[in-house]
């Protein structure tokens, strides 16, 4: 088990900058996940941890020492690929020994740690079969134990689950995560699913066109984006043109066309000032109610609904105030509004967040 | 097309088919004929013919000779043929295209035309025929083949799975030998397999090329007719088809056999 820091990494096809000066240190035992649309530079990053790339400038550090010049099988990683990549020609149980024979391991406890981690994974009796013959989910779960047997350093996941199912990728989601928790290996996991991330990870780094957007706890990148990428890329928000008139006391006074005046808390408005700003709500945040509600500490605006998408639980509002639609998802009580009803949308200041104006890129 | 119009395409497909196997299954038939002529008509059935050929030391010598130019030019083009095929799939070589090109081109080039180059161009080096030219040509025209097979199956061969290999502590070379050699395996085989039949079939480029002296089934049998057609011909014939098609069928069993037992 070993801390990760990239240092100052920069990565170059040719021309093309696959990842600009990026700074990253994950800490021994941390669940760290890159998310990022397709072609951000996750796989790039990943890959140069395992040393399947070069880096064009900076360091790889692992466990403090500077693993540049180290090939690939003398990094001591596990990898899971997205495929699973197991050997088609060797039976699960050689699969799972393989990495052991290029370790210090006795030939007699081989099979012992082969079975352990299958009784890891859940799966105790496929090791005599061959690949070909395990569903997707078992294949994955096979991959997975053999990059933890041989005890990593560090375990390197690309898209794992991405290949599978929707219902067997939550189950999948849970799984990895009781395992990685139970051998605490330092993991890095690369996805483009805001939901596996959000549910998986110690912290989150969300990544756009090859620059670290915002690096935190989920709660955080979740409750204070830090960019308006961030903000779109993990669920859905409403960002609004407002105006800040003051910030003092813990609290920023934002305006805004359609909702009028309220204060959101300073630690939700990091870098605005007074002056042009953009507030972020969220679709979860911003709660339809009938029309002539009103309700202690919401700012409101009236409304009326265009489109309701319903998805059994909860639905999605397209809704129009004034002339900018906004969106809401809301628990259905009862019964969702109908499409075109009057209806009152409220939100409550704390849950609101507000970002600098940023210059177009 | 009316019934009338498919019988006749039936019947025409046949007589295609007998043209082109009819003589093969005369010679056949004739090295088992008792008499001693080689023609029809059939006089007994007999092993005679076989067993003049096995007492015939310089169609047994022109069989060893066969044999072992055969499997070195298989050893050769196949480990020429392995390694190029990873240059070429595995790792960006500048000009991949114009080498891929250059290495399959023997094929596409008349076997007289290179027979004459290579000739000419020894000689212009001063250099004289050898067994070891031969060998060289035969390596020549065969290494495309092997090339061709090799690739294909490289190509299919995913590359995350060597990086898994790698991953967990495996060198490129004991990768190599653990994950993409055994995977690769059966397109191998059927290489060196096609190397050593045509290296045994050829005739034109192992006229230009043998030193004197040196005969190969081939060239022996073509010396052989030139004298008389003799009935221990049609026995080689008969050992000759044996060989060349056989082997092949025996390797694409072999080939079969292999990829099943590695579940691909
Ligand atoms: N070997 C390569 N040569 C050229 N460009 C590459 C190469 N690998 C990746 N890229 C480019 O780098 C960018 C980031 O790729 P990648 O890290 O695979 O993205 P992600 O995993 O986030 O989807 C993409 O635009 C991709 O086209
Ligand atoms: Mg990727």
Known sequence: MSSVHLKNIVKRFGSFTAVHPTDLEIPEGHFVTLLGPSGCGKTTNLRMIAGLLDPTEGEILIGGRRVNEVPIHKRNLGIVFQNYALFPHKTVAQNVAFGLHYRDVPKSEIPGKVAAALELVQLPDVGERYPKALSGGQQQRIALARAIVTEPDVLLLDEPLSALDANLREDMRVELKRIQDKIGVTTVFVTHDQSEALAMSDKIVVMSAGRVEQMGTPEEVYNTPASEFVANFLGASNILDATCRDVSGGTAQLEAPLFGAFGVPAAKAGGVSPGPARMVLRAEKLLIQPPGTTAEGQVQAEARIETVDYQGQTVRYFLRVGDTQLQAINMIDERPFEEGAAVTAGFRPQDCAALPVEAPR | ?264
């Open chain 2, 1 to 264: 097309m009316t019934g009338l119009g498919w019988h006749l395409i039936r019947g025409y497909a046949i007589l295609v088919y007998l043209f082109m196997f009819l003589p093969v299954a005369v010679v056949v038939l004739l090295s088992f004929n008792a008499s001693q002529f080689g023609s029809f008509p059939m006089t007994g059935f007999s092993f005679r013919w076989f067993v003049e050929l096995a007492n015939n030391d310089a169609i047994l010598r022109a069989f060893r000779t066969s044999i072992i130019l055969g499997l070195l030019t298989a050893l050769i083009s196949t480990t020429l043929g392995v390694l190029a095929s990873l240059a070429l799939v595995r790792y960006r070589v500048p000009g991949a295209n114009l080498v891929s090109t250059l290495l399959i081109a023997p094929i596409l080039v008349p076997e007289v035309v290179l027979a004459v180059a290579l000739l000419l161009f020894l000689n212009f080096l001063g250099i004289n025929k050898s067994f070891t030219l031969l060998l060289f040509g035969h390596v020549i025209f065969t290494l495309p083949f092997v090339i061709l097979v090799v690739q294909a199956r490289l190509v299919a061969i995913r590359r995350d799975v060597e990086e898994a290999a790698m991953s967990l502590g495996a060198s490129p070379i004991q990768t190599f030998f653990q994950i993409t050699l055994p995977l690769m395996l059966p397109a191998v085989l059927a290489g060196a397999l096609f190397a050593f039949t045509i290296s045994f079939d050829d005739i034109t480029g192992t006229l230009f090329w043998k030193p004197g002296g040196v005969e190969t089934v081939p060239t022996q049998i073509f010396a052989m007719l030139r004298n008389s057609i003799s009935p221990e011909i049609n026995a080689l014939g008969t050992v000759m088809i044996v060989m060349t098609v056989g082997l092949p069928l025996l390797g694409a069993a072999i080939a079969r056999t292999l990829s099943k037992k590695s579940g691909l």
